[in-house]
């Protein structure tokens, strides 16, 4: 009965670790930018790292096309300066 016990023990203590946390809160939503390798439907496959040890294979709607950082446009507020209802 007693080794029973301990093994329902280490169980259940071993339920509540989490050995890799790739979501979190405050983290990035997003990572890359990645080659596209193929189209197939509404599949890419992307070349990824071998580290990253996941399918290649993400839906269209899990993907963001690259925007080149020196294309964008900032602009810069001076202090004091109230962004415009509407915008």
Do not use: C, W
């Not at 989490?18 to 197939?40: D, H, Y």
């Not at 709607?61 to 964008?72: F, S, T």
């Amino acid at each position: 009965m007693a080794e029973s016990q301990d093994l329902q023990k280490e169980y259940a203590d071993a339920q509540g670790i989490v050995l890799a946390v790739f979501k979190t809160k405050l983290g990035p939503r997003f990572i890359g930018p990645f080659k596209v390798v193929t189209k197939k439907g509404l599949a890419y496959m992307l070349n990824l790292p071998k580290k990253m040890r996941t399918h290649p294979a993400f839906y269209v709607g899990l993907l963001k096309r690259y925007q080149d950082p020196a294309q964008v446009s900032v602009e810069v507020l001076a202090p004091g300066q109230r962004v415009a209802a509407g915008r």
